[in-house]
């Protein structure tokens, strides 16, 4: 089992950058791909970004390809976002999610764990 702690959200201008962490718990984070997804009030959990387990392969939702960036630390058991050019239209809740495969996934419902989300707010 793993525990998922996502922190670094905030509120940023349009334009402006971001960098979200989400600190893993236990000693397998490796065994993990890992994936970020948001939601916004009134819509669906939508998938942003995944990273495989090594690191080496990384996926992005169309709307954030170009200005996110994932990334991990398995050394540090972090994941890690690096949004950049931020919009009005990225304010969600993000959550970072963990499945225990050596597949990525961008759907949400095949993520066996998940953080408790951090808000990211995109003033125009």
């Known amino acids: 089992q793993v525990q998922l702690v996502e922190s670094g959200g905030g509120l940023v201008q349009a334009g402006g950058s971001l960098r979200l962490s989400c600190a893993a718990s236990?000693?397998?984070?490796?065994?993990?791909?890992m994936g970020w997804f948001r939601q916004a009030p009134g819509k669906e959990r939508e998938f942003v970004a995944a990273?495989?387990?090594?690191?080496?392969?990384?996926y992005y939702a169309d709307s954030v390809k170009g200005r996110f960036t994932i990334s991990r630390d398995n050394a540090k058991n972090t994941v890690y976002l690096q949004m950049n050019s931020l919009k009005p239209e990225d304010t969600a809740v993000y959550y970072c999610?963990?499945?225990?495969?050596?597949?990525?996934?961008?759907?949400?419902?095949?993520?066996?764990?998940w953080g408790q989300g951090t808000q990211v707010t995109v003033s125009s």
């Open positions: 236990g000693r397998a984070f490796s065994n993990y791909a």
């Open positions: 999610a963990a499945r225990r495969t050596i597949v990525t996934s961008a759907d949400h419902r095949e993520y066996d764990y």
């Open positions: 990273i495989s387990r090594s690191g080496i392969s990384t």
